[in-house]
């Protein structure tokens, strides 16, 4: 079994491991302060600061084979982007069998079930293809949509934590909240679902 970046397909979405192709995908989704509201300092980035990020973005697939960021695609038009990333702090845990889950969308195509959609397969990926052992996400905790998501995909709350930021955002002082899955619960999850559609 090859571990390089898979592209990976849902009934709607295409995702595609991101490459220098997507830099203008990116700055648009960027660019969205509405997009942006709980993210970094809270506002649209410059074109210069996205081709920064872009560059890290593509550096997280060379870290753990078959990690990474994907650009998602529905009918050929870019809808955003997800991850599945190793950890990156020291709080959150061992780099080894586990990955961070994250999704970022443009404001056209919210509220359409994407988010859920992408991450959920995102999960099966993480787990059945790459053997993962837990994957978790983290959001500030004020942001209920991407709660809501974390929790339709399976995900349970684990804690909430505090960071100290340069420019907190408003409502920074509630915190960041950790969602979580471990191996065994998703394929208990699979288990209950299989029975459910019998």
Known sequence: MSLSQATLRTSRIRLVPLSDEHLEHEVE?????EVMRY???GRARTREEVEILHRRRLAAASRVPGLGFWAGFVDGTFVGWWI???????DQGAVE????LGYRLLRRDWRKGLASEGARELIRHGFEDLGLACIFAETMA????????????GMRYIRTFHLDWEEPLPGSD????EYAITRQQWLARQATDALESR
């Open 142 to 153: 004020l942001n209920t949509a991407s709660r809501a998501t974390m929790g339709a995909i």
């Open 174 to 177: 509630l915190g960041e909240v």
């Open 97 to 100: 069998g586990q990955a961070e």
């Open 39 to 41: 993210l970094g300092n």
């Open 29 to 33: 989704l960027d660019s969205d302060p």
């Open 84 to 90: 599945l990333q190793p950890p990156e702090c020291a």
